[in-house]
């Protein structure tokens, strides 16, 4: 007898799990639609009725699909859906912080938050008031438009490569200047000017020479004082004559 319940005890086993089984979800009827799976619907089978999505903007939701034939039913998790963010911007200026306001679009969050960014100089807002050249540079001034700061740049204009004293026009320009200087001298003929070869010339690009000396002569009283000149000019050729004209011409007392 003993050994006949051993011998069955497998059998015995497998009635119990079937007759547990057909309890539960009823193992007989095999579904053709969702193969007792409604996982296996696809989105839009007819077949597939989704009973409750509950994710919100924070929170993970769970969708239960039931299969509209055997009614089996199956969870599915939803991730969170994150806020659906509606921005509005106060852009920062040189002066004034900025601030960014997002507020949640999602019925029912209701989440906001605010971003600060500091207030800058580098958000100064440029605008060119205008500009004046010398005779080596040129200065261009700004006026920021929000705050009226004020700024003004220099750039120093190209002289140009420099021109070797063994060159013929080297010495057309530079008895240019001397002519030039003169003109503006107290006592021209007692000037007294450092030799030529000293005297650097450069030509730029546009054809205007830039020649750079020094002239010792009487200043506004007499007296003798070393001055620095610079002397930019042109030159205007006809035939075989060189003319040279007074473009402008700084002297300084040096
Ligand atoms: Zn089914
Ligand atoms: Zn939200
Ligand atoms: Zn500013």
Known sequence: MKNLLKKLSPLFALVMALALCFSLIGCDTNCPYCENDPTTLGKSSIWREELSTTATCTQDGITTIQCANCKRTTQIAVGALGHDWKITKDEATCLKAGNTYY??????????????????????????????????????????????????????????????????????????????????????????????????????????YFIEGAVSAPNAFGVYTDFYFIVKTKIRVSGSKFTWYDFDCQLEEG
């Not at 207030?119 to 060119?128: G, I, L, N, Y």
């Not at 008031?129 to 750039?155: A, H, L």
């Not at 001397?178 to 107290?186: A, E, S």
Request: charged share 30%; proline share 2%.
């Open 103 to 208: 507020s949640c679009n999602r019925d029912g969050c209701g989440e906001t938050k605010n971003e600060w960014s500091e207030a800058s100089p580098s958000k100064h807002k440029w605008v060119k008031t205008g500009s004046r050249e010398t005779m080596t540079e040129i200065y261009t001034d700004y006026e920021c438009s929000v705050c009226e700061e004020t700024k003004t740049e220099k750039t120093k204009i190209s002289m140009g490569s420099s021109i070797k004293n063994t060159q013929e026009e080297f010495y057309y320009a530079t008895g240019a200047a001397i002519q030039i200087v003169k003109g503006q001298l107290k006592y021209p003929s007692s000037a007294k000017f450092i030799k030529e070869s000293q005297m650097e010339v450069h030509k730029n690009y546009s054809g205007i």
